[in-house]
C-alpha cells in the first residue's frame, strides 16, 4: 500500500488490520452487523460512534473496535466520490504516539529500517517495524516535528503488539543512559480524502495548504478547533489529509466538513479497494512476520544510510537479499472474470501453482479486478501471463505495474 518515494512516504495511513476482520470487509462486512449484538458492548468505540449510527453507517466489528463499513450510499458510489470528490474516513482506531527526549531518534531507529535523522521538520516518512529475522512486525508513519518530539501512527490492529514493542525497547533504551519518552495521544483522527480536499480545507486554516505538502504536517487550529495536526498523507492514492484533533471536536469539525456538498462520509469498504487501486499494501494481508521487506517490494522505505550501517532489526538478514534478490515477490495482478480473492492460488501458464492472493476486489474505477500476491520471482515481470483458480476454475491473469490506478500526491509542482 504504498507510495514510492521514501522521502514522502506513507503509503498513508489507516486501514490494516488481522486477516479476519479484512476478509469480513471484503467479503461483504455489511452482512456482519452488529447493531443488536450482545458483544457489541465488548468493542471499542471511536469518538464519532454514534454519529455515525446517526448518518446510517452500518458498523462492524474491526480490529476489536465498532467501525463504519458503509453509509446510505452503495460501496462502488462511495469509492468514486472519493475519488472524484473527496470523503471522510473516520480513523481514530489507529494508534497515535509522540516520542519525546534529546534521543527520540535514535530510539525510533533501534526499531525501524527508516532514515529518520534525515528528515527535515515536520516531514514524515512511511517505515517499518522489523524483528530480528528480517519480518515486518507493522508499518508505521513517523514524522519529526519541530516541537521537539516524534508523532507516530500506527495500526489499530497491532497497536497492543507495537506498544508492547516500543515500551519493552524503550526500557532497554532508557537503563543504558539514553533519553527518550514515550505518551500515547487519546486524540480522534480522520483522514479527508480526494481531489477537492484543498478546497473544502482552506477556509478552515490560517495556514496555505498549497505550502504543505505530501507527508508533511503542520500544528494549527482547524475551522476554529484548537490543538489540530493536519498531515498531508492519506491511504487512497488521492491528495488528502489526515486531522488528528481532539476528541471534545472532532464531531463538531466532521459536521462542519460535511455542510460542504463535496464532501460525504466513507467507510472501511471504500477505504479498502481505494488503497488496493492504489496498490497500496494490507497490514496483516499483503505484509506480515513472515515478509520481509524486499519481499514485499519495498525497499525504497530503508534509508540508504540505515542499508549501509545495517543497525536496524533484522538488518543481517534484510541487506543482503536487497541485492541477491528474494525466491518470491510481491505483485500486482489484473483479471477479467469471477472476483479474485484472498488466498485464491496464483498458477503458471502450465498450471503450476507459484503463489497466492493477499488482497483482491473487483475495481470500481477500472471495471476489472485487481489484486496484489506472492509469487515465485521468475514470474514477477510485469506484462507475464498467469492464471488464478477462482472456485475451482482458472481464470487468465496479468501481472501489471502497481498503483493500477495513477497517484495524485500533492508534491507542490
Not at 549501509?308 to 536487497?322: N, W
Request: charged share 25%.
Amino acid at each position: 500500500m504504498f507510495p514510492m518515494m521514501a522521502s514522502a512516504s506513507r503509503f498513508g495511513f489507516a486501514l490494516r488490520v488481522p486477516r479476519e476482520s479484512l476478509r469480513n470487509v471484503i467479503l461483504g462486512a455489511a452482512r456482519q452487523e452488529r447493531h443488536a449484538s450482545s458483544s457489541e458492548s465488548t468493542l471499542k468505540k471511536t469518538e464519532l460512534f454514534e454519529f455515525h449510527q446517526q448518518q446510517g453507517g452500518k458498523m462492524v466489528e474491526f480490529a476489536g473496535w465498532s467501525m463504519p463499513v458503509q453509509y446510505k450510499d452503495s460501496h462502488i458510489k462511495s469509492h468514486m466520490h472519493t475519488r472524484n470528490h473527496c470523503s471522510i474516513f473516520d480513523v481514530s482506531h489507529m494508534l497515535q504516539t509522540k516520542i519525546h527526549g534529546k534521543d527520540r531518534v535514535k530510539f525510533i531507529e533501534s526499531l525501524i529500517v527508516g532514515d529518520v535523522a534525515e528528515l527535515k521538520d515536520n516531514q514524515g516518512t512511511l517505515s517499518l517495524f522489523t524483528n530480528e529475522k528480517g519480518g515486518i512486525q507493522d508499518d508505521l508513519i513517523v514524522t519529526r516535528t519541530d516541537q521537539g518530539y516524534l508523532y507516530v501512527v500506527s495500526n489499530a490492529g497491532c497497536a497492543d503488539k507495537d506498544s508492547a514493542h516500543m515500551e519493552a525497547r524503550l526500557k532497554e533504551f532508557k537503563a543504558a543512559g539514553h533519553d527518550a519518552d514515550m505518551e500515547y495521544l487519546d486524540e480522534s483522527l480522520i483522514a479527508l480524502q480526494g481531489p477537492s480536499m484543498a478546497q473544502v480545507l482552506q477556509p478552515g486554516l490560517s495556514d496555505d495548504l498549497s505550502k504543505l505538502t505530501f507527508m508533511t504536517s503542520i500544528l494549527t487550529p482547524v475551522f476554529g478547533i484548537q490543538g489540530c495536526r493536519v498531515t498531508r498523507c492519506g491511504y487512497t492514492g488521492e491528495d488528502g489529509v489526515e486531522i488528528s484533533v481532539p476528541r471534545s471536536g472532532v464531531v463538531a469539525l466532521v459536521e462542519k466538513l460535511l455542510t460542504n456538498s463535496e464532501v460525504r462520509l466513507a467507510g472501511l469498504g471504500a477505504r479498502d479497494s481505494l488503497r488496493l487501486e492504489a496498490g497500496l499494501c494490507l497490514y496483516g494481508n499483503d505484509i506480515d512476520e513472515n515478509t520481509t521487506p524486499v519481499e514485499a517490494s519495498l525497499v525504497w522505505t530503508i534509508g540508504k544510510r540505515r542499508r549501509q550501517a545495517k543497525d536496524f532489526p533484522g538488518a543481517e538478514m534484510i541487506v543482503p537479499q536487497i541485492k541477491a534478490k528474494t525466491k518470491t515477490k510481491r505483485v500486482g495482478l489484473v483479471s477479467t472474470g469471477p472476483p479474485v480473492r484472498q488466498h485464491t492460488p496464483i498458477l503458471s501458464p502450465e498450471g503450476k501453482i507459484i503463489g497466492e492472493v493477499t488482497s483482491g476486489c473487483p475495481s470500481p474505477c477500472l471495471k476489472q479486478n485487481v489484486a496484489m500476491g506472492y509469487v515465485e520471482a521468475g514470474f514477477s515481470k510485469s506484462g507475464t501471463p498467469l492464471q488464478v483458480e477462482v472456485r475451482k476454475k482458472r481464470v487468465n491473469a496479468v501481472v501489471s505495474k502497481m498503483p493500477f490506478v495513477p497517484t495524485n500526491y500533492y508534491t507542490g509542482q
